[in-house]
């Protein structure tokens, strides 16, 4: 099993990233898929969830109209697409995986200069 994330970076306040974590070695398109973000000294929050077959979103209240959470079942992808990134949006951004146990990436860092 592997989720390798991908697409983070150094960016100005206002700008994007779109984020990549390519699943490997489950059936992806039966887990629930979540992107966390950990800043230091911070707990592990969650940022956005998408369903199985893609149907169904959540996010944070920080995120809600600036990131948008996707997934391509036939490639084994999810995606966040982050616009208008502030510099409260720094951290190591985590995928997960789930189905009754978790799976994780290694993460990516972002970092928002102001």
């Known amino acids: 099993v592997q989720l390798v994330e991908s697409g983070g970076g150094l960016v100005q306040a206002g700008g994007s990233l779109r984020l990549s974590c390519a699943a490997s070695?489950?059936?992806?398109?039966?887990?629930?898929m979540t992107w966390y973000r950990q800043a230091p000294g911070k707990e592990r929050d969650l940022v956005a969830r998408?369903?199985?077959?893609?149907?169904?979103?959540n996010y944070a209240d920080s995120v809600k109209g600036r990131f948008t959470i996707s997934r391509d079942n036939a490639k084994n992808r999810v995606y966040l697409q982050m616009n208008s990134l502030k510099p409260e949006d720094t951290a190591v951004y985590y995928c997960n995986a789930r189905r009754g146990f978790d799976y994780w990436g290694q993460g990516t860092q972002v970092t928002v200069s102001s």
């Open positions: 998408i369903s199985s077959a893609g149907g169904s979103t």
């Open positions: 070695g489950f059936t992806f398109s039966s887990y629930l």
